[in-house]
């Protein structure tokens, strides 16, 4: 099986095609930077770019990818320099840090298709993306100043 | 507007197709909007068994009033802030297909999946609707945007729709048989699409 | 020194779990390391520095979100003035030399704020010491600044790398030599500086507890007893075994009670990947014996609560004579309320690596607590403590799950069943079903106003299943460290008092959730003031100001067993000036305000973790009975503040983890098992849910109290306040849900 990730094609044999794409990158291709928190998409933690858009790869069966490009967080930008990562840091967005992985991915879908999202936008997009931390009041700010692309 | 007009209309209105999902149904050469023996009565008859699978949560959770899709048997809006989004297929960061994949999952509180998966357009909302209400939705092309031909093939065709009698683990199967429902349909508009009066049940 | 296995158990029993660390560390540790001068000179267990200036600091700590990995290196580095951007922050594993390694009670800074100013001003005056004696200059004129020694009057400087070659072979000078840096001169603590991990964080590149790789590692989950106690019988591992990458499956031995932090036993199935180790689990068919919890009903178990709180319990604490004031008061008026079990939910499940090999095991856990997770380890594999050791990576969340290591002794005995590393990874659903659950609790209380509306009679019981329970089985009586928050330290000034405790047992495995029985005892206690308040026609926040009564340390009366989280009253008095201070605060800044229709304002404030909280909450009721929060105002003292910012963030955090557990929290327990199973039916705060948050810290120069959990009590009751002003329902029982309006 080829699955595209990051831009680099990986060949991956003897894959059982219903094995969720999470456990692919997380133990197969040694992409921990995405993140298992339920396994039933209800908290966001394991959220990839599925050819762009926000996917929940806990529940996306392997085989069901084929030709599309995934993006996790470890291709977000080769440097951590995408301005949500870098507003993620001067915002101190993260306190255990372990969903936010799944909150830029989610975050940056929506940029993606609305650079100059409303509330109403963030919380429509990252509703899916728990937060035990309670990081949600800066996440919000950390979007507004990506999205205004200064301080 | 008579129903022989309205039928008019939506053959000539088949072509802004805005299905529920792909492929795009072929019309069935088997319905014919013309009279059959009963008439209006047994297409009423026949309309009380479309009703009551439109109605069904399954049917009728991807077909909500409002902005929210429903979920579960009990219809209930759908949890994390889901909302219908300008093309029904949910908004941006949260689309239908961000959790929704191709089939199913083994538990109940999966997403359950089908090769497409978005919500109907809010013209074609089944919830809250009364059968005489249903009954002229489904006759107006211009909230449709399907003639009758396209709508049996819909409801026979649409694999979505073919969902409701597969939906896997924890939902109830819409409880009649999809056969019984596509003949009910087609025996309805066959009698020319009658509407059933204010307060029928 | 050493803690045994023995004496870590007696502290937690005597002195309260949750709050051990008071620290278990004598003097600072310090000694100059022989060695060769290109070696990095060892100052001290927390300290080294490298001949190139490069500073090494130690995190004893665990991180879990609070920021404290980069706080206590920054407060050593400031003392030391060493420049931060030069520090490498190294995470300590279990090492009992460190004292107190449980991250666990907020007391963190509290108890090693001290310890590390001490460490860097030591150093700083070997690198002071070691540079006068190479200019050949009295050490008085010789200053520490910027990473460097100087010395002004020939204006020379030398690095601090240049001069651990000398500083190696000084003596450390007696801590009471020691001149620690004036408040003026502070370059980082108070100031705020970024934490160590923000950016691996936000690079995706921060390495978690199920993030850990070993060459030859399996992955495993374990089927555990849906019913705490039951006993395996038998299982049929056929399907299992024909998973694709399932290897073999191994049978953990069940625990003997007490359960501590054992291991609850079971079957684990070890496989090449998670995924076959999930799939693998499913098809396990286990038969599990009979336990004495099978019929635990959580439901019937809250009436049980109930009927023990309608009769009387152990005295507390006592003034005055309640009934008298009872009998006296112009209004009488009774109150009960309850709260649920909760489960701790962090983000990342419970996971652990273990290498068992004939050395000894090694393990890399998220915990809050390696040198539990040592000695646990030790206990399950009958080896030596020092046999084992414990690397502690990034916590994706505790509140207070983490400090109990069963998940990490799991590993180690699958690792030594199969001879080679065993990664243990528990699903949502293990974690919500055999969690240490926050306890079930039910209060009641009576109260009196006399003719001018002031409180004049005050009785209130509490009754909940102990965390005793956990370290002795069977106990049904509550330790001092549980009454102790929230209960024994009762603000009000009523003359005529009486705190009681009534005896529960527990049915499911008990621990610490964040703050702890301050989350019962304050809703308990917040909104009965508050129905106090509407009782004497006043306004809530200035009946909250009444009843707190006028500024002075809190006296708690003879006989009253009160551990004040293992500081002495002296230093950490209950302050209530300084309570009365946040009060006023947040009525200032936020109470009184125009509000839309259907909704209201409520108020609660409390001292936990020596911080001083007090919280304003908005909510919003519709027609259907609907909660939402539009907003939180929360003011904080916690005294001297080390990182600003963090501490921001963690008061946002508590504000998003109280509305959490006041609106949607709830674990159910029918015949003996856990109902919830996952997010969806065990529900937190979502962004869409959360409010517009502000915070005000108040500057102090008080004695540092703990952050992390303090902002978490005052926000239930101030919710359930603002439901009953925002529709005229009082609601008594978390979590909170008001009625549908009728008509």
Known sequence: ?151 | MTRTLRGLAALALGTALLGCSEPDPQPDPEVEPVAVAGGAPAGLQAFDTVYAVLTHPRCMNCHPAGDRPLQFDDSRSHALNVQRGPDDRGRVGMRCTTCHQQANHDSPHLPPGSPVWRLAPKAQAFEGRSPRELALQLSDPEQTHMTFEELVAHVRDDALVGWGWAPGPGRAPVPVAREEFVAAFKAWVAAEAPIPEEGSK | MKTTRRGFLRGLLGGGALVLGAPLLGPVELFAQEGPAAEAWRASLWLAIAPDGAVTIVAHRSEMGTGIRTCLPAVLADELEADLGQVVIEQAPGDARYGSQNTDGSCSIVNFYETMREVGATARHMLEQAAAQTWGVPVGECRAREHAVHHAASERSLGFGALVAVAATLQAPDKGALRLKPRSEWRYVGKGFPTQDAATIARGEATFGADVRLTGMKFVTVARAPVLGAPLVRYDATATLEVPGVERVVELPGFKPPHLFQALGGVAVVASSTWAAIQGRRKLKVTWGESPNDGYDSQAFREQLLEAVRAPGQVLREAGDVAEGRAAAAKTFAAEYTTPLLAHAPMEPPCALAHVTEAGCEAWAPTQNPQAAQDTVAAALGLPKEQVTVHVTLLGGGFGRKSKPDYVAEAALVSRAIGAPAQVVWTREDDLRHDYYHAPAAMRFEGGLDEGGRLVSWQQRSAFSPITSTFAAGSTQPAPFEHMLGATDLPYAVPNLRIESCPAPAHVRIGWLRSVCNIWHVFGASSFLDEAAHAAGADPAEFLLQSLGEPRELELGAGVNYPNYNKPLADYPIDLGRLRGVVERVKARAWGRELPAGHGLGIAAHRSFHAYVAAVVEAAVDDRGRVRVPRVDLVVDLGLVINPDRVRAQMEGSIVFGLSLALHGEISVEQGRVVQSNFHDYAVQRIHEAPEIHVELVESDALPGGAGEPGVPPIAPALANAIFAACGQRLRDLPLQPEPRRG
């Open chain 1, 1 to 151: 099986m080829k699955l595209t990730i990051n831009g680099e094609v990986r060949d991956l044999p003897s894959l059982d095609p219903e094995t969720p794409l999470l456990w692919v990158l997380r133990d197969e291709v040694g992409l921990t930077g995405t993140k298992f928190g339920c396994g039933m998409a209800q908290c966001g933690a394991c959220t990839v770019h599925v050819d762009g858009q926000a996917t929940r790869s806990c529940v996306l069966p392997v085989g069901q990818v084929g030709e599309r490009e995934v993006t996790t967080i470890e291709g977000l930008s080769p440097d951590g320099s995408h301005p949500l990562q870098e507003a993620w840091v001067e915002l101190g967005v993260a306190q255990c840090g372990y969903c936010q992985a799944g909150q830029l991915m989610s975050a940056a879908c929506l940029l993606e298709a609305i650079p100059k999202p409303t509330d109403d936008d963030i919380d429509a997009a990252m509703a899916g993306n728990l937060c035990r931390c309670g990081t949600y009041p800066r996440i919000r700010a950390a979007i507004h100043r990506a999205a205004g692309g200064g301080k």
